[in-house]
């Protein structure tokens, strides 16, 4: 049962480690209660990778293979397996994302398993980190032009989502207007409690549940929702955001009012759920992935991650690089741990890593003084509030809104005016709880206004406002007010803005690729939710639910890009996943609403770096028509796995296969961005980046190079001219960067942007000098 | 600004005398207020009739002549007016709704006024008193059959509504789908404070506004709203109710969720506002009526009452006279004085008197308890609360929930279980100022569920359902319970139900008629609303708004009755007011949706009898076609007018005209209900009713008679049978009663339903015996 209690029903909006920690908690309570009727040997899940090329003759099929090595673990006249961990069991066996499987081992039966021909690796079983419509045209999406149209919306387009499955009665899955299923469509939609695979439809095409992990590591619990249905809501948000169908008057408690639809809102959804309220492990999230690319996924959209892994022990890193192979975009969340530098999960050089911004529309409250006088104020109170002509409270006494037993004795019918204190957190909670017709709090709380949540009938206004309210609250018994609320402004400035909390670069699991990607809307974004929950409140005591809700994260920017990769493989089914990423990437837009570069809101509204932000916020109708990409093959990555310093095993766990070549390991990927990175060690760096660039423009095309070098740097660009005389033709270039150690471990950063002769098109790309942080 | 009190706002749900107390408090306040920069000659404003046979030829019109006369009563060097009744002036002028005008005097100058020739009569101005979208449904209109399509939805139909304004920007005053206004419309938008005349359009076709009357009443009174728009909601509401148009996904909050639409969808409104928040006078009403019929209106709504008053005080009575002569039929509200008897007004025998009833509708939450048991309850509680697997509270300390103390110290994160005290509203108010997380209530308390208001998030059980709840409740801290808000059951049995608060007859203007006629939905009803005010609560301190409230009062049920009034006319143009109202009389529906006689709510559930409904719930598509019809011409009006205790000119007050001839005076009115009354000088009366019934059927018809005396009464009926060979063919019967005096001063009912051979057809007409009440 949630607790009642305003802040925390605003944390709970975003899908943070507080979450994630109560999980575990949960998890450790399990435990604890199961040991009680363990058997004496320790067993606990593994992920093993195995290679293929040893699987011996005689088994036909992968999982053959992997049945019968756990069978060789199991000692003679040991019962099968009683899910309690009595004997070694075999829990997925991967084909598609990986080789491999995993097991409930003890540590002697990981160590006998080891030495097994075709062992390639093996690690322990992992939680996973859980990272919302007004965004398509925040984004300039629209019916007349541009992706939309050439995309057909997306129809032809199928996006796996791996995430808490999905709230099927919702009306944005819906399949009105939607034609016959793409026919190459492999995946099924599986029947489980609660969830009969009659719920799915012409947009609901699949939908599966992954739970041995759990299981696994939890033997004897009871899933309480054993089907692909969601019970946290997030799966339903997210997959609706990428292609829910068109849903007319929808808002939340009146904000945020219009038609819902996803980004690209002819696309199909198949939900592949792997986080149960029992668990979020590793192994599940790679049989989902598994499962999709098996199927026949065109997208796969991910919103969580793992972090502090390397890439060779990180399921998604593995299994979107066998969805990379098969021209799968792989599109993921880069997380909510920001602002601190190097906080980044999903950092993986094959996967789009998004990280999230703020959108420009703001939630209003109109007051009107009696003077006359309007200031409008933020608010996201879920109700028709009346508030009209109602006297203002505003002494010293009372308006600090500190103290519960000094407001228990102010007069009630009334609006009390809060003054700044720093604590907007606590004045809306101690006001939360008392009987005040209204109140009006003064602050520029970041978060607030990124989280949303006010649950007392209140509006915040700015510092620069409030002296217009309090010098007239100050003429004392005469002075009254009225608030109009459920307002919602469009066209807010400026936006987008990096979100105070989405996880910056550099990657901890590789530095060497600058990310995040891009950027998408991914604060207070309205979409699908489920109904067993509450996502608003009233007073101390009213929980609300909803259809529909906002929440922030980067688990909702990761969706708009997901969406936006959806048509650009709609429009362009020829297109890899790299240069789907490089389309995104090259045409984002580094500027705000004001045409300023966009800022930071966790960094004190200073201009964002690409750390923060990537390439800058996705810009759809752009990305249809790049002019130039770069490209990468499967060799490519593996030529950048050979100069890590990762062993044959570790490689074999990500390729699965033997057949590609560590004859040109190379740290110079041909990506659409690059980062130079400095330590302690030496004052002074040089680094040279060969980049390769695909005319995807019809015809003979002439590209000019224009630098933006990083404070602190000179760059140089060579060639500075690239002549394309037709489509599909490939130039290189070199770029190379002096730089300094910045002693204070700032992050500078600059741009080189190839423009077209008749200024069609411009290709930029983002260079970061950055800080070397101690990677996985 | 309202008081923050969840009875009082359950309580302003019903226009009741508490609104009216508060205007007659706020006038005395006003009257004190000017009473010290008043001069010396107390003047006041009266309503004076006219001969219009006594206009000297001179004058060329009534207004003319009634300006000359309070000239020739204003000293020669008196300045014309100064706004503060320092000489006589002028109010109004009536030449439609009466003969006369209205005007501030003095009483020697009134004294003054009486010997001019032309004077009939005069009397003080009163202050009058104010008495909706499943409804259609309910009463069986559809756009397959019947009196929807028959009628084109009204299309030709004018409505005036007499009433306190309308919000003319709410959805349902939208004309899309309405053609060009039908061109006898005399009337006109006029602009005025905030209200500009482009407002109105082919639905909303007039407005105007009327307050002289409050000017004369208080002189230099600031009116607020100068102009025809609301702002108290009320008139929005009524006109809505009887012609609003389609308005979809309309609801309370959640509950009676649908598409809005009047009873009348395609008719047009005019508004006549005559009700301000300064004060509602007769005189206004007067002028309102006055102009609408000038103006053209088919049919009058007015959803308010004089009380107290004889029929030639009463201006509603004068007006309505005027109208009926007209061919416009008006519907009257009976009043919110029930359930005694002879608190009626508007018993205007030549006007459509309609009581309240309830609707086959009930707003629910649904408990469902740890056990798995599911117990549907009522509230209204005006959020999507979500309360799931919250713990119960059931104990004897806290479980009277009669001691704010106590439940101070209870747990509030859990569902508090009140026992059945017989105090609900007071249970009510104390949880809502506490902060449990939802409530169960036991009552079956009539007043809440025909008035609604909730404003904690409770439900209320039925003492039969309350064994399973507390039984369960009792197993203590291991219980739990989840309640799901914001359900609307249709098809609630039985109904409708007579509304308690509906006024009964006798009415006291005029005993001999029985009244009310007919009963229509009037308890909770949804119909469109202002933004100013506030129509729901949660908590002791957060007050909401909506676009559409639901209602309860007469007031709600006149217009309904008046929409099908309009119905009928747009298929009958031919139909004379009298006609309009006895085919709604002789088809109304006397048994609920159980088939039993209708119950009346305000006696215990018994037996209603036709002093609380009249001939019963209208019912619109028999009302198309009544076979028969009692018809009644302006004279025999005046017949009933000359057989009352009535002087000449109190008689011409009324009929304006001495064209009308007193010469066959007959208490004996061609109406289709019956009254015996007694009193307590004898035990056995016999009295004999003359009726004429008119075929309106197409060809030959007959009818045999079928009695249901009245208890303790013997009826016959002669000619048993009536025999027509064409329609419009005339035949006459005559009905004596003979009856004794009940000594318990209980009413008795019957009815006489004459039956068309072919079973096509039954007419049927109450019959009541009834005490005498004193008249006015």
């Not at 005040?436 to 949303?452: H, M, P, Q, W």
Request: with cysteine; aromatic share 10%; hydrophobic share 40%.
């Amino acid at each position: 049962m949630p607790k009642a209690n305003s802040w925390l029903s605003k944390k709970k909006k975003m899908w943070s480690d507080n979450k994630v920690t109560h999980l575990y908690l949960l998890l450790v309570c399990f435990m604890f209660a199961l040991h009680a009727n363990s058997v004496s040997v320790e067993r606990s899940t593994y992920i093993i990778h195995t290679d293929i090329s040893s699987m011996p003759k005689t088994f036909t099929s992968l999982q053959q293979w992997h049945s019968s090595i756990i069978d060789s673990l199991r000692p003679t006249n040991t019962p099968f397996s009683d899910g309690h961990h009595s004997s070694p069991a075999l829990a997925y066996s991967y084909e598609n994302a990986a080789h491999g499987f995993s097991a409930i081992l003890s540590q002697q039966e990981l160590e006998t398993l080891k030495k097994f021909p075709g062992f390639v690796s093996a690690y322990s079983d992992k939680n996973v980190t859980l990272d919302t419509t007004h965004t398509p045209e925040f984004l300039s999406l629209n019916v007349v032009s541009g992706l939309w149209p050439a995309s057909n919306y997306g129809e032809d387009v199928i996006v796996g989502i791996i995430d808490t499955g999905v709230w099927p009665e919702s009306d944005s899955y819906k399949d009105y207007g939607m034609k016959a299923i793409p026919a190459r469509w492999k995946g099924t939609c599986e029947s489980g409690q609660e969830f009969d695979s009659s719920l799915c439809n012409l947009k609901l095409i699949g939908a599966r549940y992954f739970n041995k992990g759990i299981v696994a590591a939890n033997p004897g619990v009871n899933i309480s929702m054993n089907s692909a249905r969601d019970t946290q809501g997030h799966g339903t948000h997210t997959s609706s955001t990428v292609a829910g169908n068109y849903v007319s008057d929808v808002s939340f408690f009146g904000y945020a009012k219009g038609t819902a639809r996803g980004l690209a809102p002819r696309a199909r959804l198949a939900m592949y759920k792997v986080i149960f309220d029992e668990g979020r492990y590793a192994s599940d999230v790679l049989a989902g992935m598994d499962q999709a690319i098996a199927d026949g996924v065109n997208v796969i959209s991910i919103s969580m991650g793992f972090d502090g892994v390397p890439l060779y022990e990180d399921p998604i890193a593995v299994a979107s690089f066998a969805a990379m192979e098969k021209g799968v975009v792989v599109s993921s969340s880069a997380g909510n741990a920001g602002p601190p530098l190097g906080t980044l999960h999903n950092g993986i050089p094959w996967v789009l890593t998004v990280a999230a911004g703020t959108i420009d529309r703001s939630f209003a409250g109109t007051i009107t003084l009696g003077n006359g006088q309007t200031i409008v104020g933020w608010t996201m109170f879920p109700a028709s509030a009346f508030v009209e002509n109602v006297p203002l409270v505003y002494n010293k006494i009372y308006s600090a809104c500190n103290s519960s037993k000094l407001l228990s004795e102010a007069p009630t019918d009334a609006i009390i005016v809060c003054e700044e204190t720093g604590f907007l957190e606590d004045q809306l909670n101690l006001i939360s709880a008392s009987n005040f017709r209204g109140a009006i709090f003064v602050s520029k709380d970041t978060e607030l206004f990124e989280l949303g949540g006010v649950s007392c009938p209140g509006v915040v206004i700015s510092p620069e406002d409030a002296p217009a309210v309090l010098n007239y609250a100050k003429i004392g018994n005469r002075s009254f007010a009225s608030i109009k609320f459920q307002q919602t402004v469009l066209g807010t400035k400026p936006a987008p803005a990096v979100a105070f909390y989405t996880s910056r670069g550099p990657s901890p699991s590789y530095p060497g690729i600058l990310k995040p990607d891009v950027m998408a809307p991914g604060s207070l974004v309205l979409a699908a939710w489920f109904p067993h929950d509450y996502t608003a409140q009233i007073g101390s005591n009213v929980l609300l639910s909803s259809d529909y809700t906002m929440i922030s994260g980067t688990s909702m920017a990761c969706p708009h890009a997901s969406g936006v990769a959806a048509l650009l493989k709609g429009a362009h089914p020829e297109w890899s996943a790299a240069a789907i990423r490089s389309a995104m990437m090259t045409t984002a837009n580094p500027l705000d609403n004001t045409l300023n570069p966009i800022r930071d809101n966790g960094l004190n509204f200073t201009i964002a770096s690409p750390l923060a932000m990537g390439a800058g916020q996705v810009d759809p109708n752009r990305a249809l028509d790049p002019g130039l990409i770069y490209d990468a093959t499967p060799q490519d990555y593996v030529n950048l796995l050979c100069a890590m310093n990762f062993t044959k095993n570790q490689i074999l766990a990500i390729t699965r296969s033997n057949s590609y070549s560590c004859s040109s390991p190379s740290a110079d990927l041909n990506y659409p961005s690059f980062i130079a990175l400095y330590n302690n060690e030496t004052a002074s760096y040089v680094q040279t980046f060969n980049r390769t660039v695909t005319n995807v423009a019809e015809g003979a095309a002439t590209y000019k190079a224009t630098v933006t070098a990083p404070k602190g740097s000179t760059v140089v660009v060579s060639p500075e001219k690239l002549v394309f005389e037709k489509k599909y033709e490939k130039q290189s270039y070199t770029l190379t960067i002096k730089y300094t150690k910045d002693d204070e471990e700032n992050v500078s950063f600059g741009a080189l942007v190839w423009i077209e002769e008749s200024g069609k098109f411009t290709v930029r790309s983002p260079i970061a000098v950055s800080p070397f942080l101690t990677s996985v």
